[in-house]
């Protein structure tokens, strides 16, 4: 009879990455699996039967230079951290089916190994091959276990999501693709963790430290930008975008990912906050940490970290570049779920971390992660970077007006910074307020006005400033909407039993979110008389002919100052806020009736709210829906006119999938977007 040899092994990658919840990878065509959670391999034999008193198997797992050994028992029970055994309901003499043991703590990475057949102790053959190891949020003893259901589906399988920016009063909701299962994400997201100073530096070492989840985020929220090594995006903060592409015309992280990869480890230009906070997003959850992105309205970049933010105003209301520390309207970063061993359980669950290159952190340009409980508490002796961020959500604004080189105003505002930090709701397109998780809420009614989303029609109440003898409030009616004037309101108020006669400055300034205002575009100047103990409301209006070029992400910085000309006190109130792009409006035909690998239909709809005709381009994609990105060029429509555009998809993989579209308006800086969201049966 025929010597016994191993014939074939199958790695059963189908009911394997089911079971593992990594079939969204089965583009790469290889095993991908999570740690701390069996997968099946089957073992076919040629020639005689296997005999289990003669004959054995071990299987050798290797990890760089690291490697253990595990003899393939009928039993299960091993004292290695990694074992195998012959599951016998599933196997015969010539078919042998074998369940792999990987512990919950096993080193995230590409693995290879041999099984090894022996008889009587002699080898009779080995049989190569390879699998990828990723964290386990599913498994109660992997580092990174996340105790429900829905908050797996969302930040560890979801490959779409909402970025959200603007101001606190407004925010916008961007649609974004994380494309963790788009082809070749897998693979860079692995490179990025070989590509690292701390692989290259040892690459044992690495391998050994990767099983903790702490140090896997510290290492990728380096990666993610390019300050000290070969990392994936160049940061661009100036005007000039001329060698790579702007920021805000970034849709998702595969292109830039793939880029990456495709161009020898280069980084990709340019990203901003945002975009460096939903790359790492990606890595992130392709890697089996929990993982999502945190937007921080009114976030401090306190440079001297003595927890004091200055701003400076003229006496007219401009406001002055005199300052290092700065407020950015908003700043995006990720928070991932994690265990902190080193810390203890107190410190267990959400951790910031964030890829934007802004300050070093042990001599290295990344941030995290900081326990969210450690902020939220005040632990700013902790590791990692915990003062910093502490900062971010939580200094003081010092407000100073100056008049020929004298100070002649001074306010402080506690409550501006870290006003509401968000995220997307779990199973929904729609914004969480999550502030409660970094800061005491002061009280329930705040808590409550906070939580919404959008702005009242109404009015909306923002700033309001007192002195000795006045008090100023100023109002917006509603949220400034493209095509129609800009209307708010300054209320004053004379506290005193004197009348007054008040000299009234208003001045508007465009500006970049982390960006000091530019010139005033617009102002007005009156005088006010006021009776004693008498309240008075000043209707004012911007025209949208005034404000076209602010329309996007530009923002507006909304100053008024009243000067007692009896006194010469002086009273500031101000308020940034966006005036929102207009949106695309997705429509998709049979919604109910999406099914895989059938041609579907939607329509593509914008309205030009706009005073002057405009053109651009409009892309289409959709992770699992379209294959890369379907272009259309749009004509010059006119003010009020309306274009549709039709476009097909074929879903490629089941679940909630994000369609998402943006119109690139030309000869501006306006991008105009919308998102829908399509649920594919697989049947």
């Not at 391999?41 to 020639?47: A, L, R």
């Not at 029970?77 to 512990?103: E, G, H, M, R, T």
């Amino acid at each position: 009879m025929e010597d016994l040899s191993i014939h074939h092994v199958n790695l059963e990658l189908s009911e394997n990455q089911t079971r593992h919840r990594t079939d969204g990878f089965s583009s790469a065509n290889a095993l991908v699996v999570r740690r701390g959670a069996p997968f099946r391999i089957s073992v076919q034999f040629k020639g005689r039967p296997f005999d289990p008193t003669t004959d054995s198997l071990r299987i050798d797992v290797m990890l760089g230079s690291l490697y253990t050994m595990m003899p393939v028992t009928f039993s299960g029970k091993a004292s290695n951290p990694w074992n195998a055994c012959i599951d016998s309901n599933n196997s015969s003499p010539q078919n042998l089916s074998i369940f792999v043991f990987s512990p919950a703590f096993a080193s995230v990475g590409c693995y290879k190994f041999q099984l090894c057949l022996y008889t009587q102790g002699t080898l009779g053959g080995c049989v190569f091959g390879s699998f990828t190891v990723l964290c386990n949020p599913w498994c109660s003893a992997d580092a990174v276990f996340i105790p429900y259901e829905d908050e797996r589906e969302e930040y560890v399988l979801s490959d779409s999501g909402l970025l959200f920016m603007g101001t606190p009063m407004n925010p916008v909701s961007r649609p974004w693709s994380f494309d963790l299962y788009e082809p070749g994400i897998l693979e860079a997201c692995l490179d990025l963790l070989q590509v690292s100073p701390q692989h290259q530096m040892s690459k044992s070492k690495d391998y050994l430290k990767r099983n903790n989840p702490v140090y896997i985020s510290r290492v990728v929220s380096a990666m993610i930008n390019c300050e000290d090594d070969r990392g994936v995006l160049k940061g661009n903060w100036s005007e000039d975008f001329k060698e790579g592409v702007h920021p805000s015309k970034w849709t998702g992280s595969g292109d830039i990912l793939r880029q990456w990869a495709k161009f020898g480890y280069n980084p990709v230009k340019y990203g901003q906050c945002w975009v460096f906070a939903a790359v790492m997003c990606t890595v992130m959850r392709v890697l089996g940490i929990p993982c999502r992105v945190v937007t921080n309205f009114n976030s401090a970049h306190d440079t001297n970290a003595n927890l004091v933010i200055e701003e400076h105003y003229s006496e007219t209301g401009q406001k002055l570049n005199y300052s290092k520390d700065s407020i950015w309207n908003f700043h995006v970063w990720v928070e991932c779920w994690m265990t902190r061993k080193d810390l203890g359980s107190d410190m267990n669950g959400w951790q910031v971390l964030d890829p934007t290159p802004q300050q070093r952190s042990k001599g290295v340009f990344c941030c995290g992660p900081a326990p969210v409980k450690a902020i939220k508490y005040q632990c700013v002796d902790l590791p990692y970077d915990i003062p910093f961020v502490y900062a971010e959500v939580n200094a003081d604004v010092h407000t100073i007006i100056w008049s020929q080189d004298h100070v002649v105003s001074f306010n402080i505002d506690t409550e501006r910074v870290g006003s509401i930090i968000c995220t997307k709701a779990v199973g929904f397109p729609r914004l969480q307020n999550i502030t409660g998780d970094y800061k005491p809420i002061k009280s329930l009614s705040s808590t409550l006005s906070s939580r919404s989303s959008t702005v009242s029609d109404d009015s909306t109440l923002r700033r309001a400033t007192s002195s000795k003898g006045v008090t100023v409030l100023l109002t917006l009616d509603k949220s400034p909407v493209p095509g129609e004037p800009i209307r708010f309101s300054v209320k004053v108020m004379n506290r005193q039993r004197v009348a007054k006669k008040m000299i009234v400055h208003l001045n508007a300034q465009a500006k970049e979110y982390n960006h000091s205002p530019s010139d005033t575009f617009w102002e007005t100047h009156g005088v006010m008389q006021l009776a004693p103990m008498e309240v008075k409301v000043l209707q004012q209006q911007i025209l949208p002919a005034q404000y076209n070029n602010v329309v996007g992400d530009n923002l507006i910085n909304l100053a008024v100052v009243l000067e007692d000309t009896a006194t010469h006190e002086r009273v500031l109130a101000a308020e940034e806020f966006n005036i929102a792009s207009p949106e695309l409006i997705i429509k998709v035909a049979d919604k109910d009736s999406i099914v895989l690998n059938k041609e579907h239909t939607a329509t593509v709809t914008f309205i030009n709210p706009f005073s002057h005709p405009v053109c651009g381009l409009l892309a289409v994609a959709g992770a699992g829906l379209i294959s890369g990105k379907t272009q259309f060029r749009m004509q010059s429509l006119r003010p009020g006119g309306k274009v549709e555009q039709r476009i097909t998809f074929t879903p490629s993989m089941s679940g909630v999938k994000m369609l998402h579209a943006s119109l690139s308006l030309l000869n501006t800086n306006i991008t105009v977007r919308g998102f829908k969201m399509v649920s594919v049966n697989s049947i």
